[in-house]
């Protein structure tokens, strides 16, 4: 009898298990909260020191421009002296779901700072669509549509994509992938990047 309860039981846990999988692959949701659950333990940290080399393979870059909700355009030229953070994303991707607390929460740290903009363009070009998912969220992020396109080599239609360009308009970081960008590493490296004094900007 014990044996037969095991057999169940064991059966039982592995069809759990199986649901699970499934409906972590099937729906978008539940796939971005194992995600951010990870997020939580310490995995899908964004490395700043990685700019460097984006700094370097990515310095001329032509000049991009975004429209807003509201049908106004503006353009990285337009941005000189200020550190823009700019996030590709679309409401069906689960890893750009999951990542998505931790960009609002940093932009609330730098809300009331003048010098750091923030970008968040949603790759689908459907802009009630997107406005509808951070209102229903409570995501306090300014919602962009993009007027031209990137280079492949820059961005390949892999998303989430997030870009940091520098005061200078250089690119000084890129990652594809999701990322848990609110951490004490990552605040950091926007400070001072976004520092009036160019001599701490050149220490990171």
Not at 7 to 22: E, P, Q, R, Y
Not at 164 to 186: E, H, V
Request: proline share 7%; charged share 20%.
């Amino acid at each position: 009898m014990n044996k037969i309860l095991k057999i169940i039981k064991s059966n039982i846990i592995f069809i759990a298990m199986m649901i699970l999988v499934i409906i972590t692959i099937v729906n978008p949701t539940a796939k971005s909260y194992l995600i951010r659950g990870l997020m939580a333990v310490g995995m899908f940290q964004p490395d700043p020191t990685e700019y460097a080399h984006h700094h370097e393979a990515f310095a001329n870059l032509p000049d991009y421009r975004y429209r807003d909700t509201n049908g106004d355009t503006i353009a990285i030229s337009n941005l000189k002296n200020k550190v823009v953070f700019v996030n590709y994303w679309a409401t069906w991707c689960p890893p750009c779901l999951a990542e998505m607390p931790s960009i609002n929460n940093l932009r609330q740290k730098f809300k009331n700072n003048p010098q750091v903009v923030f970008i968040m363009v949603d790759a689908d070009n459907n802009t009630p669509k997107a406005n509808a998912f951070l209102q229903k969220n409570n995501y306090d992020l300014p919602l962009y549509t993009s007027v031209n396109a990137f280079p492949d080599t820059l961005l390949d239609g892999s998303i989430p994509t997030t870009l940091i360009f520098g005061k200078d308009g250089s690119l000084k970081y890129k990652r594809t992938g999701a990322a848990d960008y609110n951490t004490d590493k990552f605040r950091e490296f926007l400070e001072k990047e976004a520092s009036p004094n160019p001599l701490q900007r050149r220490e990171l």
